[in-house]
């Protein structure tokens, strides 16, 4: 009796042993899938950014963010997640240079979590055009984090096409820490005018 009953255990222990994993890796792939949606914006976020950006941002970035004003930059094809923390830092109020104060941090202060992952999304998807002038001087790019075309990366800005009164503008707020990153602080202290006015056109000439 009592061997019997180890025989018919066994085959019902293996099973639930088996069983286990499937499920544990079932739920698991499930919450993936879950995170995975709960980062991309709904379709009323998604619409409400898009109106936001063409009504209310546009008047300083352009519809799409392809301004031809030199003093804004340029936001078309920039990288969602650049996007995404420097408007965090401008509703954080972190983000303490001159236009940060004067312009974003009111404009910032009340967009929630879901538009500012929608607005990031409407910006990269747009096509950035060719900014009109720059020279390109021969100055390279800082490709290490910038990536070789000044594209950007996941954690860093596209450069290729910003505007150069743009570019000599953020470089003079690292410079004197109003934009409190070390790293470009380490990069732009000892940069003079013409090397800032050279890095800024070779950057705004490149597609």
Known sequence: MRTSEMTVDRPLTCGRAKVVPVLLATIVLSSARSAAAADAPDAAATLHARTVAITICGTCHGP???????KFPVL??????????????FRSESRGDPDAIGYMWGMAARLEDDTIAALAAYYTAQKPEATP?????GVPACSSCHGPDAHGTKEFP????????????????FQNNMRDVAIMHGVA????????????AYLEAQP
Not at 161 to 167: E, L
């Open 76 to 89: 078309a094809g920039q990288n969602a997640n650049y996007l995404a923390t420097q408007l965090k830092a």
């Open 133 to 137: 002038g720059g020279n390109a001087a």
């Open 64 to 70: 799409v963010g392809n301004n031809t004003n030199p």
């Open 158 to 173: 596209r450069l290729a096409g910003q505007h150069s009164q743009y570019i000599l503008k953020q470089l003079g707020s």
């Open 189 to 200: 202290m000892n940069l003079r005018a013409p090397q800032m006015q050279a890095v800024a």
